[in-house]
């Protein structure tokens, strides 16, 4: 089992530019979590998709960040255009369907983005 | 407002000492609470989580809900604990989602 696979692993573009992070979840988890870290602060939750359903995109910061899981499997990540403060590490995790206790996430590497 | 409180950035022991690693919480209603752990090039995984209340590699947290506190203890470190540690709180059943603090990374010396 690979687990959780995040690409890439770094990215680096400059302000203004396109970009755009793929996750794909552990096979059979429904539950997928994009999740991201800006240097020196927590991590901070952005989004969850239950298959291709948002069920929560409360931490989504602007309308610059667009998430799609298209057919319930992978998910990508889209910043256009980037700024200099969406820097940092975003990780994607994924669970199983949620059911009366809580489903541990498995949390990918990360991409470290840095905008230039 | 839902938030997590981790007091230090860093925690430095020596092997064989005690180890607690602070954790507080801010949140109206019932939480679980979690303390994930990323070891040096590996991913952040769980550790453990207060409902199950058990112990995993000699570590326990205990939720105290009067003082709103999940602190992180074990009783003897060992050089392998060196790790970044982070405190979790997921706050809606429905949602799953977690609310990290700011982590603090544990040092133990030989």
């Known amino acids: 089992e690979a687990g959780v696979t995040q690409f890439p692993s770094h990215s680096v573009i400059e302000k203004g530019q396109t970009v755009t992070l793929r996750c794909d979840p552990i096979?059979?988890?429904?539950?997928l979590y994009w999740y991201r870290r800006v240097m020196g602060k927590e991590i901070k939750f952005l989004l969850h998709?239950?298959?291709?359903?948002?069920?929560?995109e409360s931490g989504m910061p602007n309308n610059r960040f667009l998430a799609e899981r298209t057919g319930g499997t992978y998910s990508t990540l889209k910043v256009q255009p980037a700024e200099l403060e969406d820097s940092g590490v975003y990780f994607c995790?994924?669970?199983?369907?949620?059911?009366?206790?809580?489903?541990?996430?498995?949390f990918g590497p990360g991409t470290r983005l840095t905008v230039l | 407002a839902q938030r997590v409180t981790q007091p230090e950035k860093l925690l430095s022991v020596f092997k064989g000492a005690p180890v607690e690693l602070k954790c507080n919480y801010s949140?109206?209603?019932?939480?679980?609470l979690f303390w994930y752990v990323q070891y040096s090039r590996q991913r952040l995984q769980l550790l453990l989580r207060?409902?199950s209340r058990e112990s995993i590699k000699g570590f326990t947290a205990d939720l105290n809900k009067g003082e709103t506190s999940f602190h992180l203890k074990k009783p003897f470190a060992q050089e392998e604990d060196s790790a970044m540690y982070y405190c979790?709180?997921?706050?809606?059943?429905?949602?799953?989602?977690?609310?990290f603090g700011t982590g603090t990374r544990l040092q133990v010396f030989p």
């Open positions: 979790a709180l997921s706050p809606v059943r429905n949602t799953d989602k977690l609310i």
């Open positions: 995790a994924s669970s199983q369907v949620a059911g009366h206790s809580y489903n541990e996430q498995f």
């Open positions: 949140y109206s209603g019932s939480p679980e």
């Open positions: 096979s059979g988890h429904d539950n």
């Open positions: 207060h409902i």
């Open positions: 998709f239950v298959k291709e359903s948002k069920q929560d």
